[in-house]
T-cell receptor, first 114, second 116 residues
């Protein structure tokens, strides 16, 4: 059974540019969440999608956005990149409706803003 | 609001010694609790989870954790450390009363070093 797949693994972008990250959840998982991991702030929740709807959002500026497609794949977009956006972005999927399951994480996309 | 506190950002133990990583939570009702491990340049791997069944939870790689409501704790233990256990460990909590809210709140992590 394939795990959570995140692409690309590494990205280098310039300040002011925008970036799109992709996440393919485990087959059958309908909930996809995104997290940002930095040395200073740790793991912070960005947003969560279920059935193409954003159900929950963390405390991030509007430059951070996301969406989910009908096949549960998700993308997140960061516009007008800042140096502080450099981080490991992790995607997690879960079997919503079966609340006894944990969350399966992908290997992440490491974004470097220069 | 729920929160998680991990005591000790760095823990070092000798190979073969007991591993104890501490996690305390703050929540109005007993939440769901998780321990994740992260190896360098990797994502998070679920070690174990507490979802209100047995309070002593066994996970992968010989790890286990005990939920203690009176102490609001969920400490992670392993009887005998192995070199391959060197990694960063995160405790996380999710509010069980808000079903459908999949947000996890993480602790700041504990980096475990194994001394040969």
């Amino acid at each position: 059974k394939a795990g959570v797949t995140q692409t690309p693994r590494y990205l280098i972008k310039t300040r002011g540019q925008q970036v799109t990250l992709s996440c393919s959840p485990i087959s059958g998982h309908r909930s996809v969440s995104w997290y940002q991991q930095t040395p200073g702030q740790g793991l912070q929740f960005l947003f969560e999608y279920f059935s193409e709807t954003q159900r929950n959002k963390g405390n991030f500026p509007g430059r951070f956005s996301g969406r989910q497609f009908s096949n549960s794949r998700s993308e997140m977009n960061v516009s007008t990149l800042e140096l502080g956006d450099s981080a490991l972005y992790l995607c997690a999927s879960s079997l919503t409706g079966t609340k006894y399951y944990g969350y399966t994480f992908g290997s992440g996309t490491r974004l470097t803003v220069v | 609001a729920q929160s998680v506190t991990q005591l000790g950002s760095h823990v070092s133990v000798s190979e073969g010694a007991l591993v104890l990583l501490r996690c305390n939570y703050s929540s109005s009702v007993p939440p769901y609790l998780f321990w994740y491990v992260q190896y360098p340049n990797q994502g998070l791997q679920l070690l174990l989870k507490y979802t209100s069944a047995a309070t002593l939870v066994k996970g992968i790689n010989g790890f286990e954790a005990e939920f203690k409501k009176s102490e609001t704790s969920f400490h992670l233990t392993k009887p005998s450390a192995h070199m391959s256990d060197a990694a960063e460990y995160f405790c996380a909590v999710r509010n069980r009363s808000n079903f459908g809210n999949e947000k996890l709140t993480f602790g700041t992590g504990t980096r475990l070093t194994i001394i040969p």
